[in-house]
């Protein structure tokens, strides 16, 4: 087995060894913590069946343990720099692709048709650039790539978002959203002390189990995240309020009428509905005939 790419001493000879500077505007904070990097692997629930996508490997220290543990590895890096640097430290394995780009505007359905075709399903795991968190989890979710789960290191406070449940200051759209695709639980949190260099926020390991359907239906997706959105548009204002400048001042009325119809009462807040509410609204609002498509 080779050594060890996720501890302190190792990762720093090899950043001395290639002389490699770090790019803070990348996200680039390696891991170097043994128990963390195991707990992840461990999270995605992989065998020599399934399949990894990484998402920015660094200098490979996830990558080399997803090797391990996975029947095919493909990892996305952005930065031209660390390509020959993991070429050349990565032990030369058939079942790992790198790939030099930027994972934002990769074909990724053609990538895991070229990637990941025979395998029996692919888990996203990544400790991610948090400049680009949001972005690339809803790329993934989106695109409707198939998925097990995506298990990702992020900033805490991203995580406890996406995993809020309704009720609290931390649900938003972006819980929503989340939770429309998955089933979000968190791993666990993760001191500084962990990567170089070390980031000046706090971290935590998120798994998103991705549905196989989602979680509610709905007749008009980008209208229902539409409505999400307008729900909660401006945080203080009851759920009344932010609809009417939604639909538009002369509907008030009626935007009060459709929400009692609904059962909903319009001085709760939008943090207070569930998708089950967000869905009953959205369909709602839709069959008003009020909003272009
Ligand atoms: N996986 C390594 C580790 O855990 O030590 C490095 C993680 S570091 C937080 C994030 C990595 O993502 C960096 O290597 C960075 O260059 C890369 N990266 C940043 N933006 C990217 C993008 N848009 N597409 C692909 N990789 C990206």
Same mark, same amino acid.
């Given at each position: 087995?080779?050594?060890e790419i996720g501890t302190p001493k190792r990762t720093k000879e090899i950043i001395a060894r290639y002389g490699f500077? *770090? $790019? $803070?505007?990348?996200?680039?904070? *390696?891991?170097? %913590?043994?128990? =963390? !990097?195991? +707990? /992840?692997v461990e999270a995605a629930e992989l065998d020599? #069946? $399934?399949?990894?996508?990484?998402i920015g490997p660094g200098i490979g220290a996830l990558t080399q343990r997803l090797a391990r543990a996975a029947g095919k590895v493909a990892a996305?890096? =952005? %930065?031209? +720099?660390? /390509?020959?640097i993991l070429s050349d430290i990565m032990d030369d394995e058939p079942h790992v692709s790198l790939i030099h780009g930027d994972v934002l505007k990769l074909d990724l359905k053609k990538l895991f048709e070229e990637q990941f075709s025979g395998l029996d399903g692919v888990s996203v795991v990544a400790n991610l650039p948090y400049y680009v968190t949001t972005? =690339?989890?809803? $790329?993934?979710l989106e695109e409707r790539l198939p998925l097990n789960h995506i298990v990702v290191m992020i900033q805490k406070e991203v995580a406890e978002r996406m995993a809020a449940k309704p009720g609290g200051k931390e649900y938003g759209s972006l819980s929503v959203a989340v939770q429309y695709y998955c089933e979000p639980s !968190? &791993?666990? #949190? &993760?001191?500084? #002390? &962990? *990567? =170089?260099?070390?980031?000046?926020v706090d971290s935590a390991v998120i798994k998103l189990s991705v549905r196989d359907k989602p979680a509610v239906e709905v007749a008009d997706e980008s209208f229902f995240f539409r409505v999400v959105q307008a729900s909660f548009a401006q945080r203080r204002k009851t759920l009344g309020n932010n609809l009417t400048a939604f639909a538009g001042k002369e509907r008030r009325e009626a935007l009060l009428a459709l929400l009692a119809a609904a059962g909903i009462d319009p001085v709760r807040r939008g943090e207070t509905l569930s998708l089950e509410e967000f869905a009953a609204l959205s369909k709602a609002l839709l069959?008003?005939?009020w909003f272009n498509r």
């Open positions: 087995m080779s050594m500077t *770090f $790019k $803070k505007s990348l996200g680039q904070n *390696f891991l170097i %913590d043994g128990n =963390i !990097l195991n +707990r /992840i020599e #069946t $399934k399949g990894a996508l990484e996305i890096e =952005i %930065d031209q +720099r660390l /390509i020959p972005p =690339i989890l809803m $790329k993934l !968190l &791993v666990c #949190t &993760v001191p500084h #002390t &962990v *990567f =170089i260099p070390q980031p000046n069959a008003t005939g």
